[in-house]
């Protein structure tokens, strides 16, 4: 507790004089106001506490100090030494039983005890000095000794040095000789492993029982990179040296040796494959041939063997198609549909695209050439390379032979077919349908064999020898075809018209002769490919249309004629436009016709002006007008139109009556004759324009018969005396058509 000055306490509370400020007051603020959050003040604190603690608190760290175990002996002394201070200021604080002493003492002692503090310490530090002293002295007496050692040890090897010098100038120099020594090993070494085959190398070359594999291949490799070698090391010197010339002379005798044991290989292989059309060509036969195409002289006597075998293989393999059939009679053999020319061509051309497809196969797994994933049927691109030739000729070479039979058999089969064909139509001239189905046969092969010249064109070439016989073979066929068309052609011209068929329909050689051309036509269209245009469509199927319907046309006109001129009631103009509208509606169908299709047009057009003319005459006549029409042709200028005859007033009445009756029939509406049109549109058309004439023609008269110069009495009373009473309009609409102004 403080203590509090007299002067202070002898002042009552209530006095309101100033109090002065002492240094007591000042100092007990100053604590008050004090900060004791900052570390160090706690600190100090701690350290005061812990220094005066009181009677009880000691004790208790006496006690819980007495229970803790010593970890070393240092500790056990330290404890000891503190021992007579703890006890000192023990017995200080048991005795004090007042409180705030401990305090005062703190103030008192304070210094002292910090001194005593500081002294026990400091003493600590020198008994611990003092020891490490002791032991840096030990540790200098054996660092001299050391060194006294290493003294004599330098001097004794400083003898030694001087003596064994000329011993270590020996030595180094035969060091370096035996590195120099070392290195030039290692070089001839290395000479000697980049320029010599091993023994083992060497037997892989020239021994018979190592066979062609890896291991022949790999020291066939080595050999050639020696040569490659030896001749870059030989261009560097200033000339060939001996050592260059022995490795150029022994890696040549061993390459001649290589490729002599290739070609035996190749040479026994190919025969082998030769015999199986369906071999197939393993990764050492692949590089045995790319290695031999360094040596094209000996390729080519090895390909020559392989292409003799393939020859053979697939002519043998043709002939067993044809007559053989494949095993257990499927397929069957082709030689059975000999009868069927179009199967029979079909299934040889299909054998042989198929034989080539395999062909071409093989050679470009033999010659390792990748395939460049094409489309089935598309343009073959052919590189220019040496393997491309090769294979050129190999298959040019197997399928020779095979090109020739083919051309045999299939000028065989077509012999045949046209022996029938030319049988058939010199017995049966009227007959025309088996020639018909003969022509459309004859079609169908001369397209078949021209898809499969294209298709040989895009997948071995033009140049190649069967893609030129199936060209040959295509334009045989098609002349074939043109010069059976062209017999039907004229077949058809010798045909006249049945005499007692009163019918204007189409005749049944026409209808016959469309068929087959339909057929045809249908056939074409199939057989075309998607990206040629109609310009080129149309130009292919020109000369058949020409040569089909022009004698269509010819013998319809010709025949029409003779028949009408031996039967005069029978209608020639409807028979000719009956006849064109049915060749022209079995061309419309097909595109590439529009030509053709003009034609026929123009003709029709002709035939319609032509029947309309004749319709519009046959008119005049029922009408009872034609004879007053014909009349006024014949006279004079300035003759009077009543003055004529035919054109008397009461003759005019006549006609006017028989018109009037004329309007009440049925035929105004249609007309018997045109009812026998085919094409109707055709049959209005025609019977509309000849009563839209008829109109014109009524009006002109009426307007005759009003006219003076013609002097005709009463002319509106004659004309309004009968239908339609010289009114135009009204006979346009008895008529049902639109009024037109001529």
Known sequence: MLAVSPASSSKTPNSSAPQPQNPLSIRLYKVLAANFDDESTKEALNTLAELYAPPATLSAINKGKGTQKRESDDEEEEDEERVPARLERTTVLVNETTPGDIAARARKNLKRDVESKLAESSRKFLDAFAEVDKQLDTLHEHINAMRTRCDDAQSQLHQTNEACKSLLDRAGSLREQRQEIASRQSVISLFLGRFTLTADEAEAITSREVAVGSRFFSAMTKTERIREDCRVLMAAEEGPTQAGLDIMAATSSYLEQAYDKIFRYCSFEFRQ??????????????????????????????LSILSQTRQATLLTGFMDALTRGGPGDLPRPIELHAHDPLRYVGDMLAWVHQAIAAEREFLESLFGIKGDMRMVGSVRTFRKSDEEEWMSEL????VGKLSSSLKVHFDCACSTFLYRLMVSMQLRVQQTVQSQES?????????????YSLTMQRTIGEEAALSKSLKEMTVMSYQTFFAAIDTQGRSLLRMPLDLDDRSVSPPLPILDHLQVLREIMLVYQSSMLEDVDADTQTAGFRDILDKMIDPAIEMCMASSEGKQRLRPGWDRSVFVLNTLTYLQSALEPFAFTTEKQGVLQGLIETRVLQLTEEHYASILIDTGLGEIIEASKSRKDNEPLSR???????????????????????????????AELTVQSLAARIHQAALERLVHTYRWLCDEVKKPENKYEAASTILGSSRPFGQTHLLWQIFGVEEKET
């Open 273 to 302: 494959m030769g015999r199986d059309a369906q071999s197939e060509v393993g990764p050492v036969m692949q590089e045995a041939v790319k290695r031999l195409q360094q040596r094209p002289e000996v390729l080519t006597e090895a």
């Open 644 to 674: 004529l005859p035919e054109a008397s007033p009461a003759k005019l009445q006549a006609a006017l009556h028989q018109f009037s009756e004329w309007l009440t029939s049925h035929t105004v509406d249609q007309s018997p004759r045109l």
């Open 439 to 451: 022509s459309i046969t004859l079609f169908k092969i001369a397209n078949l064999l021209q898809f």
């Open 395 to 398: 298959m040019d070479a197997a």
